[in-house]
């Protein structure tokens, strides 16, 4: 999406912003605050958790993408997201993928570790910036009890996990113990899945390793996880056995939305003996339980398309996010001025501001 530096019209809530962990000094700020052997892994060049990912870059205009534009600091976020583009509150992430970390107690060590230096580096002193806490699901009794270690931090509105990475498919029983621990603790789940992370993931899908180049990859990576993520907290009864947890789904795109809902119906009345717990049809949960992020907003050539498939998901389930500093970033204004133009102006305060306030309980 062409971007253009102008304020939107009214309140924005930016649900998907991304901070940058992979700089040296942020690196050496999260290894500081874990034990060895693990911290000198983590500040090793060649740990092939890191290296195969590229920087963060917001490439303004006139500037390449180089190393001064990476989000290292929530003054560039203040200075490019909210003073650029008129974001008034942005949620913060840092998208660590810690299910790819071969060592379970590392992954726990650097949970920890990353989500202190992201209160202390980022959250901090800056009141209108939030926080979704990072999570890995290799030990569920550890990483629940993060989740009640975090949430005395007002900063922290959510928890987030890397979908995909998980040994598992994550509605699996044993990842019961991080629903309940955000549903005691009133904290909604985010998921974001990375398709950049699936090309080095060794658990799922391996059919990604033989796809020719990025554009597949990005195309498939991203929408096919929460398919699979969504139909796995259906299927095995999540969303009944833990009814008040609040799911949020980031850069899947709105078009998978209709077909998870209909084609579930299909599959729970077909097949009832598979989930007993369910006392309601899987549209009615996700209506309930779900949220969506708008990034990346489906392009139909008929803006029309794009009206419709909002109505069938409904625009109290969705939530503005601009995917910043990403280069297919979405603005505020231009997802207003070319595509929320056949909305009530109800429901674009609905999707711009109003459902990211309320899922994560943020009082202005």
Not at 31 to 36: F, I, L, N, Q, S
Not at 110 to 134: I, K, P, T
Not at 207 to 228: K, R, S, V
Not at 336 to 341: G, K, V
Request: hydrophobic share 35%; proline share 6%; charged share 25%.
């Amino acid at each position: 999406m062409a971007t253009q530096q102008t304020k939107a019209s009214q309140l924005v809530v930016d649900a998907d912003v991304h901070t940058a962990y992979r700089t040296p000094e942020i690196r050496q700020d999260i290894a500081d605050r874990m034990d060895e052997p693990y911290r000198s892994w983590l500040l090793d060049d060649s740990d092939v958790y890191y290296s195969p990912y590229p920087l963060d870059s917001f490439p303004k205009q006139g500037e390449s993408t180089t190393e001064d534009v990476v989000v290292h600091s929530p003054d560039a976020i203040e200075r490019d997201l909210c003073e650029g583009f008129g974001v008034d509150v942005a949620i913060l992430n840092s998208l660590q993928k810690l299910d790819l970390i071969p060592s379970r107690e590392r992954a726990v060590q650097e949970m920890r570790a990353v989500n202190d230096m992201f209160v202390d580096r980022f959250l901090d002193d800056h009141e209108q910036f939030y926080g979704l806490a990072m999570l890995t699901t290799q030990k569920p009794d550890k990483t629940a009890e993060e989740i009640d270690r975090i949430a005395s931090e007002d900063s922290f509105v959510g928890v987030m996990l890397a979908n995909g990475d998980s040994d598992k498919p994550i509605g699996d029983p044993r990842y019961d113990a991080i629903f309940r621990a955000a549903e005691d603790n009133d904290m909604p789940v985010c998921f974001h899945s990375s398709s950049v992370g699936y090309a080095n993931s060794r658990r799922f899908p391996f059919l990604y390793n033989d796809l020719q180049n990025y554009g597949e990859l990005h195309m498939l990576a991203h929408p096919f996880a929460h398919i699979t993520d969504v139909t796995s907290l259906i299927m095995n009864q999540t969303v009944e056995k833990l009814p008040d947890v609040e799911y949020v789904f980031l850069e899947q795109d709105l078009g998978i939305v209709p077909l998870l809902m209909y084609r579930l119906n299909r599959e729970t009345v077909q097949n009832p003996s598979e989930v007993p717990l369910l006392d309601k049809a899987p549209e009615e949960y996700i209506r309930e339980q779900f949220y969506w992020g708008t990034q990346p907003l489906p392009e139909p050539l008929n803006n029309q398309d794009l009206t419709a498939m909002i109505d069938l998901i409904g625009a109290e389930n969705i939530l503005f996010t601009s995917d910043h500093p990403h280069n297919d970033f979405d603005d505020p204004t231009s997802v207003i001025d070319r595509y929320l133009t056949r909305l009530s102006d109800e429901d674009v305060d609905k999707i711009m501001y109003e459902n990211a306030l309320d899922v994560f309980d943020i009082k202005l």
